[in-house]
């Protein structure tokens, strides 16, 4: 089992930044090999990929949504994965969820069936 907690959000004007942070707790017996990532969810939307960081923490994926604004990473030794969100936009608003996977589906990054273990959520409010 791999529990995740994720924090750092909150309500920001456009242009604005955010650091959201994700604390992973592995039980044991359960591998640490795994790779994770960023999702969000808006307000009558699906959920989507944001970012994606392999298991080595060199690999990273974007959505096109986000690339050059947001920047994923994590801290192998402090089990944590961030989020850099900077020149924040309105539609950037969503509830953000952190998720790690052991195996890919379909070669998937950012496919949210790649991961089977989801934090609650933080929200993301950017007003304009």
């Known amino acids: 089992q791999v529990h995740l907690v994720e924090s750092g959000g909150g309500s920001v004007e456009a242009g604005g930044s955010l650091r959201l942070s994700c604390v992973a707790s592995?039980?044991?017996?359960?591998?640490?090999?795994?790779?994770m990532a960023w999702f969000r969810q808006a307000p009558g939307k699906e959920r989507e990929g944001v970012a994606h960081?392999?298991?080595?923490?060199?690999?990273?994926t974007y959505a096109d949504a986000v690339k050059g604004r947001f920047t994923i990473s994590r801290d192998i030794g402090k089990n944590t994965l961030y989020l850099q969100a900077n020149n924040l936009k309105p539609e950037d608003t969503a509830t953000y969820y952190c998720?790690?996977?052991?195996?890919?589906?379909?070669?998937?990054?950012?496919?949210?069936?790649?991961?089977?273990?989801w934090g609650q959520g933080t929200q993301v409010m950017v007003s304009s």
């Open positions: 592995v039980s044991k017996f359960t591998s640490t090999n795994y790779f």
């Open positions: 960081i392999g298991r080595n923490g060199i690999e990273t």
């Open positions: 998720a790690a996977g052991f195996a890919y589906q379909r070669n998937g990054r950012l496919r949210d069936d790649s991961y089977g273990y």
